[in-house]
């Protein structure tokens, strides 16, 4: 009954490799989204996407490439990671125009970059 | 009491006490906050919210407070557990579907 999920939990990879984090979410949301979080606990919005439409890209490397195939998954595709990437990556979802905009956030995914 | 460390905001309770943590928004065209709790490990949840033309919402155990004159929420925890200890985000409504986060402030309650 998990609402919003995440694969891996953990990735622990190399410099210069490319990896992926899946998210799921069954809340029938149409709006989701991936937040980095430094080890200040900084949260940081990367992406928005509404009816798998892109619709907020701050300021993010072109190394991360998110994918929506249905508005019920967002998977982030990182290319050529670096040192700097290591982080937390949460994904997150909700419904505009409900609640005001309540987000509800996956566990997370510890993104370790050696 | 509360102190600025090296890293996060910290407030250090006794179980029982209440606790109150703050956040200052910057957005005055902000109209909906947020509190999230993140336990370690874990991703923010959900705690409470309220709407710009509220001054107080009172949920289990937690009340918040928004003061839109000088751009301050506030959290209060009455009768804080160990359970509670977390860190805790306040976030506004910004535009659209953007919720723009605080810093966090990490809560440690003792037995």
């Known amino acids: 009954d998990t609402a919003v999920s995440q694969t891996p939990k953990y990735l622990v990879t190399q410099m210069g490799n490319d990896k992926s984090i899946k998210c799921e979410q069954n809340?029938?949301?149409?709006?989701m989204y991936w937040y980095k979080q430094d080890s200040k606990k900084f949260l940081k919005i990367m992406f928005s996407?509404?009816?798998?439409?892109?619709?907020i890209n701050e300021t993010v490397p072109n190394r991360f490439s998110p994918k929506s195939p249905d508005k019920a998954h967002l998977n982030l595709h990182i290319n050529s990671l670096e040192l700097g990437d290591s982080a937390v990556y949460f994904c997150?979802?909700?419904?505009?125009?409900?609640?005001?905009?309540?987000?509800?956030f996956g566990p997370g995914t510890r993104l370790t970059v050696l | 009491g509360e102190s600025v460390g090296l890293h996060l905001p910290t407030l250090s309770v006794q179980e029982g006490d209440n606790s109150i943590i703050n956040c200052a928004y910057s957005n005055s065209a902000s109209d909906y906050f947020i509190w999230y709790k993140q336990e370690s490990g874990k991703g923010p949840q959900f705690i409470i919210d309220?709407?710009?033309?509220?001054d107080k919402r009172q949920g289990q155990r937690v009340t918040v407070l928004l003061n839109k004159t000088v751009k301050h929420l506030s959290l209060q925890i009455a009768a804080t557990q160990p359970g509670d200890s977390a860190v805790y985000f306040c976030a506004e409504n910004s535009g659209y579907s953007t919720l723009t986060f605080g810093k966090g402030t990490m809560l440690l309650v003792s037995p």
């Open positions: 309220i709407r710009s033309n509220m």
């Open positions: 997150a979802s909700s419904q505009i125009g409900v609640g005001g905009g309540t987000q509800y």
């Open positions: 809340l029938g949301h149409d709006t």
């Open positions: 996407y509404n009816n798998k439409e892109l619709i």
